[in-house]
């Protein structure tokens, strides 16, 4: 079973894209914010990749997910981004616009039973 320390570290290069030192994923916050990376830097890091289209949590390697577990992985990335307030999305980047005629189309393309 791999170490807190590499679950921490781990965790650390998803929600900032740097390999941090970190070593205890329950003071994982206390850590990044030592770090430079309190809760607010972290928002605005999540918000300017999403701005680029680009992938927020960072990616993990496969091979380093597989030896901490992927369901501890996934877990301790979940609970850290709600502790950070950083789950969910911001409804304030999702586009509002209307349909156009092909998705107006689609949307009024029905099976039979729906009449």
């Not at 679950?7 to 914010?33: C, H, M, N, V, Y």
């Not at 999403?50 to 990335?77: C, K, N, S, T, Y």
């Not at 999305?89 to 999702?94: A, C, F, I, N, W």
Request: glycine share 10%; net charge neutral.
């Amino acid at each position: 079973m791999a170490t807190d320390g590499a679950l921490a570290s781990a965790i650390g290069l998803a929600l900032t894209g740097q390999r941090l030192p970190l070593d205890d994923p329950a003071r994982l916050g206390a850590q990044l914010e030592a770090l430079g990376f309190p809760p607010r830097r972290l928002r605005e890091l999540r918000a300017a990749r999403q701005a680029e289209r680009a992938a927020w949590p960072f990616a993990v390697a496969l091979e380093e997910r597989r030896g901490l577990g992927f369901a501890r992985f996934d877990a301790a990335l979940a609970e850290a981004r709600r502790e950070l307030g950083l789950d969910g999305l911001h409804r304030e980047l999702m586009a509002e616009r209307g349909l156009n005629r092909d998705e107006q189309r689609l949307a009024a393309d029905r099976p039979p039973h729906w009449g």
